[in-house]
Structures are given as structure tokens and as C-alpha cells.
């Protein structure tokens, strides 16, 4: 089945990888700026990171039949210094005009502080003075529920409309508030931590198949890049219609991601 993963990180990646996505069907995937499993020494370094997602990405899937969009910020992990962070945000907006970028993101908290915090609303309010989809990353296991909280308050009082915001890494303790608020929501399918196919086909019989999708979010560690196709396994052997399994990872995609003109992927079927 065609399916669109909206959240992983090729960079991370090997070309066989892209070569297997495409043979399980995948045609579009957008790949958040986020840590790339070591710290930057200077805003170089991002400098260079963004051209890695706006050029050499998109070059490569190209290669297997597969678009390529990107979204663009600095992650909360490297946002403690708030000098440094700043020299990068500076460099975003140049970013955002590139033909395959669809906004600002992944942004959000990794351990909840107050740096991380700070930067978090300075991204917020350029995403929003720019008119730009946003595409938020919660925080890990414990600090999930409360980071979710912290997110919410300040797009809240941005003002910003949650119609145009994706919340990442849902779980089963987070997901009821995020969608209750209006919210989209992800759930990222990781071997050992998030969400398994199993939770989040769960999830999907608890909370329905409006305003949400399923990604890998593959990267460095431990992830894996055909996790959506494992899932829609999972879901079709349960006996949820191909229907269903075509609205959350082609239908429901398509509509949040199309809200930027730059995401012209049509409907495979
Ligand atoms: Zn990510």
C-alpha cells in the first residue's frame, strides 16, 4: 500500500534505506530538523545541516521515486545556550523559503527548561509572523505529560492556530489532550520506546482516525524505517479497513501537510 511517512530523519539513514521505503511504498516523507546524535559547535554547523535537508536530501529520495519536504529550527536538545540558539533562529527564515520546506520544526522541550522554553516561544512567534505550519517534539516518558502542557500553553498564547500544528510523539497519557485542544497529533513507532504498531493501533480503536497519523521517525539509535508499513500490517490483521489504514497515512497527511501550497502530493489511489 502507498503511504506517506511525515516524520523521519534520512540524514541518519542509509540509501538502501530509502531504496526499501520505496518498495513497501512509500512516496513522500518529511524530515524535521532535529539533533543529529552529536552537538553543533556553531551555527556553521546548522548552516550546513539545512542545506544536508534542502538539497542533498531531496536529491537522493529523488533517486527512489520519493519526495522529500523538510521542516526547519533548532532542536530543544541543542537550545540550553539561548546566545547560540539565537545565531541559528536567525538563519531560519532564509530556510523557510526553500522550495521543499513546510515550516518550523521540530520544535518543542526535551527536558522542560526554562532556556528551552524561551527559545521554543522565540520559534513559535517567528512561525507565526511568517504564516508557517508548525511541527512540535514532546518530551520523553516521564516529562511527556507535563512538556505537552508547557507546549500547549505557549502556542496558546501565541495565539497561534492549532489547526496548523502537529503534535509529535503522542502516547496514550497525552493524546486525548492534544486533539481535545484541536490539535493534529503523531505517534512515532519505535521498537523499544513510544509507541509500538501494537499501542498505536490501540490508540486508533480509542480515540478514532480523525487528525492523526502514524511515522518511524528513524534516526540514529534504535528506530525503524518501514515501522508505518509494520503498523498498517498490525491494523489490516485486526481487520480495520484498508480505508482506515489509507486515512491515516494518505488522507490525513495530504490534509494537514497540503495546508502549505509546497506540499503537492497527490492521492495515489
Ligand atoms: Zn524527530
Not at 546524535?37 to 548552516?47: E, T
Not at 513546510?102 to 511568517?130: D, F, M, P, T, Y
Not at 501494537?198 to 511515522?215: F, K, L, M, S, V
Request: aromatic fraction near 8%.
Amino acid at each position: 500500500m502507498h503511504y506517506i511517512d511525515p516524520h523521519i530523519h534520512m540524514v541518519s539513514r542509509t540509501t538502501d534505506d530509502y531504496a526499501r521505503m520505496a518498495q513497501a511504498g512509500c512516496i513522500a516523507i518529511t524530515e524535521p530538523a532535529f539533533w543529529a546524535g552529536f552537538d553543533r559547535s556553531s551555527a556553521q554547523g546548522f548552516h550546513d545541516y539545512f542545506r544536508v535537508l534542502t538539497e542533498t536530501e531531496p536529491a537522493r529520495a529523488a533517486q527512489y521515486g520519493i519526495r522529500h519536504f523538510a521542516w526547519i529550527c533548532i532542536n530543544p536538545k541543542e537550545a540550553e545556550d539561548p546566545g547560540f540558539a539565537r545565531e541559528v533562529i536567525a538563519l531560519i527564515p532564509d530556510f523557510l523559503d526553500k522550495p521543499n520546506v513546510l515550516g518550523v520544526g521540530e520544535i518543542g522541550l526535551n527536558k522542560n527548561s526554562k532556556n528551552e522554553l524561551e527559545i521554543l516561544e522565540a520559534q513559535i512567534a517567528l512561525a507565526k509572523a511568517r504564516d508557517q505550519l508548525i511541527l512540535v517534539h514532546t518530551p520523553h516518558l516521564e516529562d511527556k505529560l507535563k512538556g505537552t502542557r508547557l507546549i500547549m500553553d505557549a502556542l496558546a498564547n501565541h495565539d497561534v492556530d492549532p489547526g496548523r500544528v502537529l503534535i509529535d510523539h503522542v502516547e496514550e497519557h497525552t493524546v486525548g489532550a492534544v486533539l481535545d485542544a484541536g490539535y493534529w497529533a503523531g505517534m512515532t513507532l519505535y521498537p523499544d520506546s513510544k509507541c509500538t504498531p501494537e499501542r498505536a493501533t490501540d490508540i486508533i480503536e480509542t480515540y478514532g482516525r480523525e487528525r492523526i497519523w502514524i511515522n518511524s521517525a528513524g534516526d540514529w539509535g534504535p528506530s525503524d524505517p518501514l515501522a508505518v508499513p509494520k503498523c498498517h500490517v498490525e491494523m489490516l490483521r485486526r481487520g480495520h479497513p484498508r480505508e482506515t489504514v489509507k486515512r491515516i497515512s494518505i488522507d490525513n497527511p495530504r490534509t494537514f501537510l497540503g495546508q502549505c501550497a509546497k506540499f503537492d502530493v497527490e492521492d495515489p489511489s
